[in-house]
């Protein structure tokens, strides 16, 4: 008989998701629309970039779709459609004598598998989306404690000129990286981050935009750090399966079966809101 395993453990699968995750403070999971079988809808705002003087010595001109106010103008509200890719699974085979020799309960194996597997395969899929969608990316470039605080400061400045909100940033570093803050004499680095703020990867704070330290493992070979709000990532998961039953006649155990069905997009809009530093090179874009 099979377990539910998602019902079952599911506190404490939440819980390690959560721990395992290096991603889930950089992306927003918000599930957007979904139509049919795997495409999901988000809705592209587009609002004039222009004001209108008011007609204040005009007479309103009426049914000719003028006024006072000005022309009749509206706002778009474009749907932005993706379709779901990342349909993942695992069919794993526990022995009978291995579990009962090892005291390992379901739960505790199911924990291992999501924190040494599912969940880094999901962040690093969401890492590479989220850089090959940059609105900025910086090429060519390695941080050092010398450059580290002209290049973040080169990037929040970009960000400024385009209206990105401050309260929302994140900057996301790998190791290497963030030794360099730790080192550079122009950064304050504020390490004092409460308990569920490192539960969720936050290590410091640069003028209160949280720095999340990832393996450069998780990341595209060659960046060294990214700048983003959670808004610009959506990350939905669709559909996510966890159970376990008896191998009956393939064997003496269990079977654990996994699906995970989820993706990863950065909407048109918030592309902007993106900014990479890389040490790669551009790629070469043929006519």
């Known amino acids: 008989m099979a377990i539910d395993l998602r019902k079952e453990y599911s506190n404490e699968i939440d819980e390690v998701m959560l721990q395992a995750s290096k991603s889930n403070m950089v992306i927003d999971d918000e599930a957007g629309e979904f139509v049919g079988v795997n495409t999901v809808i988000y809705h592209k705002v587009t609002v004039p970039t222009t004001v209108q003087k008011y007609g204040r010595d005009q007479l309103a001109q009426n049914g000719s779709g003028k006024s006072l106010y000005g022309d009749t103008r509206g706002i778009g509200l474009a749907p932005e459609t993706f379709t779901l890719s990342q349909d993942i699974s695992d069919h794993i085979f526990i022995d009978r004598m291995d579990e009962e020799e090892s005291c390992a309960s379901?739960?505790?194996?199911?924990?291992?598998?999501?924190?040494?597997?599912?969940?880094?395969?999901?962040?690093?899929?969401?890492?590479?989306?989220?850089?090959?969608?940059?609105?900025?990316?910086?090429y060519g470039t390695t941080v050092s404690a010398t450059n580290v605080f002209s290049l973040i400061t080169d990037a929040t400045e970009v960000l400024d000129d385009a209206g990105v909100p401050e309260f929302a940033r994140v900057l996301v570093v790998t190791p290497k990286t963030y030794k360099f803050l730790k080192n550079s004499k122009d950064i304050i680095l504020d390490e004092e981050v409460s308990k569920e703020e490192r539960t969720e990867g936050v290590v410091a704070k640069i003028d209160g935009m949280p720095v999340i330290k990832v393996a450069s493992s998780y990341l595209p070979e060659g960046v060294q750090f990214i700048v983003t709000i959670p808004s610009a990532t959506k990350s939905p998961v669709k559909y996510s399966k966890l159970e376990l039953r008896d191998a009956g006649n393939d064997g003496d155990g269990t079977f654990l079966n996994i699906r995970y069905y989820y993706d990863a997009f950065v909407l048109d809009n918030a592309k902007p809101c993106i900014y990479v530093v890389t040490s790669g090179a551009e790629p070469v874009v043929t006519p």
């Open 106 to 138: 379901a739960g505790m194996l199911l924990g291992e598998y999501i924190r040494l597997t599912l969940q880094p395969t999901v962040d690093k899929y969401r890492y590479k989306t989220i850089v090959n969608n940059a609105g900025n990316t910086v």
